[in-house]
T-cell receptor, first 110, second 115 residues
Framework: GQQVMQIPQYQHVQEGEDFTTYCNSS?????IQWYKQRPGGHPVFLIQ?????EVKKQKRLTFQFGEAKKNSSLHITATQTTDVGTYFC??????????FGTGTRLKVLA | SAVISQKPSRDICQRGTSLTIQCQVD?????MFWYRQQPGQSLTLIAT?????????ESGFVIDKFPISRPNLTFSTLTVSNMSPEDSSIYLC????????????FGEGSRLTVL
């Protein structure tokens, strides 16, 4: 079945440093979404990417969808303590069933 | 957006018992899903709750263990049957807010601990 892996599994950064998480799917995706889950909370939608090679920005966050639509990345510039949480990508191959990636847990040290 | 209420928020259950989780949405939605999140893990899709018909289960999940009801477009229940400690997880109800964006909205989750 479809698998979606993320690396790294954990990342500890000093506040102000950049952070990147990578998402890789075993199959071609029709679109990919990114979610953030704060400790003790539920996943919250960040963004959706649909087009091959698409790049979207939200303030300090930059999201990219690979040309082959099998991988994606999330880059955070100058991390802040409010960025703490687990970041999940979630992909679909054309239905409304989203397969979540393994997640990257980000810890920001002040 | 969609506001989702789940009950109970947490419970401690005895081995062999069953528990039903309720999910109430503040608006009518077509697509409703149930996910499981084991401690420190990612989200795994259990099933799609279909209004007026049997739920569609993912590989590894069966109706006898996780019966689902969806009597209307705003409400669903998930029952975890004959629980064992391996069922200790957070169970999350999710809906698609708008068809255009496909954005998933999640309930706060139901944290079950099975002793």
């Amino acid at each position: 079945g479809q698998q979606v892996m993320q690396i790294p599994q954990y990342q500890h950064v000093q506040e102000g440093e950049d952070f990147t998480t990578y998402c890789n799917s075993s199959t071609t995706l029709s679109n990919i979404q990114w979610y953030k889950q704060r400790p003790g909370g539920h996943p919250v939608f960040l963004i959706q990417l649909v087009k091959s090679g698409e790049v979207k920005k939200q303030k300090r966050l930059t999201f990219q969808f690979g040309e082959a639509k099998k991988n994606s990345s999330l880059h955070i510039t100058a991390t802040q303590t409010t960025d703490v949480g687990t970041y999940f990508c979630a992909g679909t191959s054309g239905t409304y069933k989203y397969i979540f990636g393994t997640g990257t847990r980000l810890k920001v040290l002040a | 957006s969609a506001v989702i209420s789940q009950k109970p928020s947490r419970d401690i259950c005895q081995r062999g018992t069953s528990l039903t989780i309720q999910c109430q949405v503040d608006s009518q939605v077509t697509m409703m899903f149930w996910y499981r999140q084991q401690p420190g893990q990612s989200l795994t899709l259990i099933a799609t709750a279909n209004q007026g018909s049997e739920a569609t289960y993912e590989s590894g999940f069966v109706i006898d263990k996780f019966p689902i009801s969806r009597p209307n477009l705003t409400f669903s229940t998930l029952t975890v049957s004959n629980m064992s400690p391996e069922d200790s997880s957070i169970y999350l109800c999710s809906v698609i807010g708008t068809v255009n964006t496909g954005e998933l909205f999640f309930g706060e989750g139901s944290r079950l601990t099975v002793l």
